[in-house]
């Protein structure tokens, strides 16, 4: 493994809303007991359903949200101890984000080339000249010709859209991006293209990526680790060959057993019901409410975590691992 840029130990983010009338405030737990990692060069790819917690991980670890609880490391420091210039300029050029919507992302009142100088600007990086040189060079790096460099975001594709959200990611030299569904607002024909994009540049480039989908297929085409989600805390987390093919946490198999040729035993297991509420998260395991394998255990405490060499699980009934053909 090599040396984290940003890690996150034991990080919580409960929000305060508003559920029931004015006066009513629920807290709401996004996230509980996050750790993770990445590093130059790794892919950890993050899946689960929906309202699992998968955003906040994402804006935790970019810096766009201060945890509640726990430490948010970069490279080795207590990223919320640096102090803030510090932070905007160290942390803000080695991470960069890319978002779901790039309609949305990019400011449609600006050409590509403002859009990619403007990190250069604010982050005071080199002359005029040096940063529209620049400018071209991101354009190269993913795939688009010179002359879109006049255009608003409103006239290109949604695909080249996207490729303008990763240049602008790019811009600073980061050695991470965290892309949170990069590709799921993108028309089914260029998805592959921009994942394709995202590889290339992780090989080229030697970038650390945070990749979060629910694609299952592909984050496990695509992630060297996968960490799954479920109700705000991550159940499962190891290489992507041990959690998609030797899945210990049933939910995870239950998200695995829809890919093909994955498992010994092909049978779908279908989830029933809903991720539960995450002002009321279950006592104990949160899963146990749609667990086919729960017992009053599961109810006591979160389970504590069993591991492996390089895999980590929360069950008190784990999956016994059959046969993996990852
Ligand atoms: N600002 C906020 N205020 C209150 N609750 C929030 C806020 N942001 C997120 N949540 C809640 O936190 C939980 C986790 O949300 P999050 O967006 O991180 O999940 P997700 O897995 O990314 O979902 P999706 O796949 O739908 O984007 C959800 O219950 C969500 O409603």
Redesign the pocket.
């Known amino acids: 493994m090599t040396e984290p840029i940003v890690s996150l130990d034991d990080v919580h983010v409960v929000?305060t809303?508003r559920t029931g009338g004015l006066l009513r405030r629920d807290r709401?737990h996004?996230l509980t007991d996050a750790t993770a990692s990445v590093g130059r060069g790794e892919v950890l790819g993050v899946v689960?359903e929906?309202?699992?917690?998968?955003?906040?991980?994402a804006r935790v670890l970019t810096g766009l949200q201060r945890p509640t609880r726990g430490t948010v490391r970069f490279r080795g420091e207590d990223l919320w101890s640096i102090p803030a210039q510090r932070r905007r300029t160290e942390f803000g050029s080695a991470v960069g984000v890319v978002f779901q919507d790039p309609s949305t992302a990019l400011n449609p009142r600006l050409p590509v080339r403002r859009i990619l100088r403007d990190p250069l600007d604010v982050h005071n990086r080199g002359s005029l000249r040096q940063r529209e040189a620049r400018v071209e060079e991101l354009l190269g790096l993913v795939g688009l010709p010179d002359h879109v460099d006049g255009a608003l975001p409103a006239q290109l594709s949604g695909g080249q859209r996207q490729r303008v959200a990763v240049a602008r990611a790019l811009a600073l030299e980061p050695d991470v991006i965290v892309a949170d569904?990069p590709t799921s607002a993108l028309d089914v024909s260029v998805r592959a293209q921009v994942l394709n994009l995202l590889v290339d540049l992780r090989a080229r480039l030697g970038l650390g990526l945070v990749f979060i989908s629910?694609d299952i297929q592909t984050v496990r085409y695509i992630a060297d680790r996968i960490a799954v989600?479920y109700l705000?805390r991550i159940v499962e987390e190891g290489p992507s060959a041990l959690v998609a093919g030797e899945s210990r946490h049933p939910y995870t198999r239950a998200l695995f057993s829809a890919t093909p040729g994955l498992l010994e035993e092909t049978e779908q297991i279908v989830l029933e019901g809903r991720v539960p509420s995450?002002t009321h998260p279950p006592s104990g395991c949160p899963f146990r409410t749609r667990c086919w394998k729960a017992t009053d255990a599961c109810a006591a405490e979160f389970p504590r975590a069993e591991a492996d060499d390089t895999h980590i699980w929360h069950c008190v009934h784990p999956e016994i691992p059959t046969r993996s053909t990852a």
Not at 50 to 57: A, E, F, I, P, Y
């Open positions: 929000h809303a709401v996004a689960g929906s309202g699992c917690g998968k955003s906040t991980l569904e629910h989600m705000g995450a």
